[in-house]
């Protein structure tokens, strides 16, 4: 079992910058950051795996970077040029196997954060 903390949500106006940090309870290979807005399905943003493979989708590619750092089984997302559309709730997840591609859907992932809420304000 890896347990998921994550941390550094909070509000931002338009265009502003936020880092997001993901503790893990132990080394994971895969690790990824998802957001949902209520009603909506929950979205893949980012995925990283253990050796800087990093994938993301085209909707943040450019504004958001993925990083971890393994000796501290700490994953992070600095996301910048924020708009009030990205309000969501934003979740850790982990999984245990390493993919040519780090996925970005949410079946892969076996473990999930309690999630932390992001608000942009227009």
């Known amino acids: 079992q890896v347990q998921l903390v994550e941390s550094g949500g909070g509000s931002v106006e338009a265009e502003g910058s936020l880092r997001l940090s993901c503790t893990a309870s132990?080394?994971?290979?895969?690790m990824a950051w998802f957001r949902q807005v209520p009603g909506k399905e929950r979205e893949g943003i980012a995925a990283?795996?253990?050796?800087?493979?990093?994938r993301y989708d085209d909707s943040v590619k450019g504004r958001f970077t993925i990083s971890r750092d393994n000796d501290k089984n700490v994953v992070y997302l600095q996301m910048i040029n924020l708009t009030p559309e990205e309000s969501a709730e934003y979740y850790c997840?982990?999984?245990?196997?390493?993919?040519?591609?780090?996925?970005?859907?949410?079946?892969?992932?076996?473990?999930w954060g309690q999630g932390t809420q992001v608000t942009v304000s227009s």
């Open positions: 997840a982990a999984s245990p196997v390493l993919y040519p591609t780090p996925p970005l859907a949410i079946a892969p992932y076996d473990y």
């Open positions: 990283m795996d253990d050796v800087g493979t990093a």
């Open positions: 132990r080394h994971t290979t895969t």
